[in-house]
């Protein structure tokens, strides 16, 4: 029951993990300045052993990854450059091929060779600079961390380019950031992004945004290379996050990934997308994307559970054997109706019941009705909003719908 409420380089795919690893071991280092310090020195004097990222830097620094400084410092604080940056990941790699590159501005730096060994390996792109200038000590954002890690990625194994030409190319990606809504990412950037988060490459802040504008850190960094050696070693399907990312992109929906329900004899909501369903004298809706969030739990589960469930104020829906499902609608009412007229005897999937939290929906910047017995939804006006509903976790339950042309999406559990 439901409850009311562009071409690339033809380079040959290099050796993964295993290999990349033991070869940053023993490469040579470039040092990202003058002042670096001999690579043998592994611990820091501004690095206690309480320090949050402790073991990351130590880690990078006994594979020679990044270095410190002459005077026994690491520097953690400190922010990442795109000179430095290019020249830890060219580390990682430790190819032989180089491309020249165009930039006016590399010919004499001291990061030149880990610049071109960048541009050959693919996680430098010319194309994502402009005027030919590569500004090698401008600081790096997390945006272009995400699309470089991504790129490299992509390097390593095709699936990764795979999943950022599905998410790049549809209409239904959805990434869940408040930036995603709210402003201040470039469109652009989202399927990096989105491989940064569905792998854990990247994680958000505390407020959950991911500030793609933002820099990062050296602690920051260290992080993040022992993060990207760990995922090289494993396919974009190892990850659920990413897979949920990516069946959205293509289907509009991450239900079969995130939970028990599987898609049958018949069509799922790829189906139905954006097509008009009618409510009897209450209007035309459509189906726009759906989101589950696994609620089946103590704790909620799911790349989208920061973005739509408030795990304090819908703590009663836990552990109950119930699924959370997020519907995003267009409507057109035919009369001034409520979001409870609307789902009041409406057929399956078509209409929820409950708007998403208020803490949510402000945060993440979600449209939703502010209240469910409110005519907020005015005669001949179109809108588009998200609602709120559930799906029991029970063999033999199924979830369906249709639309006004008989397209049909049903779901099952399995007996």
């Known amino acids: 029951?439901?409850?009311?409420?562009?071409?690339?380089?033809?380079?040959?795919?290099?050796a993964l993990a295993t290999s990349l690893m033991a070869s940053a071991v023993v490469i040579p280092v470039t040092t990202e300045n003058v002042q670096a310090a001999p690579v043998t020195k592994t611990t820091f004097k501004d690095v206690p052993k309480s320090h949050w990222a402790y073991e990351s830097i130590k880690q990078v620094a006994e594979k020679g990854l990044v270095t410190g400084y002459e005077d026994g410092t690491y520097k953690p604080s400190a922010q990442v450059t795109r000179a430095e940056f290019a020249t830890f990941l060219s580390r990682i790699f430790d190819g032989k091929d180089r491309t020249i590159a165009k930039f006016t501005d590399v010919g004499s730096h001291w990061a030149i060779d880990a610049i071109q060994e960048g541009l050959a390996v693919g996680f430098i792109q010319e194309s994502d600079f402009t005027n030919n200038k590569f500004e090698p000590n401008k600081l790096m954002t997390r945006g272009e961390m995400s699309r470089w890690l991504?790129?490299?990625?992509?390097?390593?194994?095709?699936?990764?380019?795979?999943?950022?030409?599905?998410?790049?190319?549809s209409s239904l990606t959805l990434i869940p950031i408040p930036e995603f809504y709210?402003?201040?990412?470039?469109?652009?950037?989202?399927?990096?992004?989105?491989?940064?988060?569905?792998t854990g490459l990247l994680s958000g802040y505390?407020?959950?945004?991911?500030?793609?504008?933002?820099?990062?850190?050296?602690?920051?960094?260290?992080t993040i290379l022992i993060r990207f050696m760990d995922t090289l070693k494993k396919a974009p399907s190892?990850?659920?996050?990413?897979?949920?990312?990516l069946e959205v992109a293509n289907t509009g929906t991450n239900i079969l990934t995130i939970s028990n329900f599987k898609k049958t004899k018949y069509t799922g909501?790829?189906?139905?997308?954006?097509k008009p369903h009618t409510h009897l004298d209450k209007g035309v809706a459509t189906i726009e994307?759906?989101?589950?969030?696994?609620t089946t739990g103590s704790k909620a589960k799911g790349i989208f559970k920061d973005m739509f469930f408030d795990e304090i104020a819908e703590s009663t829906i836990l552990n109950k054997n119930?699924?959370?499902?997020?519907?995003?609608?267009?409507?057109?009412?035919?009369?001034?109706?409520?979001?409870?007229?609307?789902a009041n005897g409406a057929m399956e999937g078509y209409s929820s019941p409950m708007i998403v939290e208020k803490s949510k929906s402000e945060l993440f910047n979600i449209s939703t009705p502010k209240n469910i017995l409110i005519n907020d939804f005015k005669k001949g006006e179109k809108y588009r909003y998200w609602a709120e509903n559930s799906l029991k976790n029970r063999p033999g339950f199924i979830l369906k719908g249709r639309a006004d042309d008989n397209s049909l999406f049903y779901y099952e559990i399995p007996q």
């Open 269 to 274: 909501y790829e189906a139905v997308l954006g």
């Open 289 to 294: 994307r759906a989101i589950v969030v696994d």
């Open 150 to 169: 991504s790129y490299a990625l992509a390097h390593a194994n095709p699936e990764y380019g795979k999943a950022i030409e599905e998410m790049a190319n």
């Open 206 to 222: 505390e407020d959950f945004t991911f500030k793609p504008s933002g820099n990062t850190t050296r602690a920051e960094v260290a």
């Open 238 to 245: 190892d990850f659920t996050g990413l897979q949920e990312l």
């Open 322 to 342: 119930f699924y959370t499902i997020f519907y995003e609608y267009t409507l057109v009412p035919s009369r001034d109706v409520s979001l409870n007229g609307i």
């Open 182 to 198: 709210g402003g201040g990412v470039k469109k652009k950037d989202l399927p990096y992004i989105g491989v940064a988060l569905g």
């Open 1 to 14: 029951m439901l409850r009311k409420k562009s071409s690339r380089n033809n380079l040959m795919v290099k």
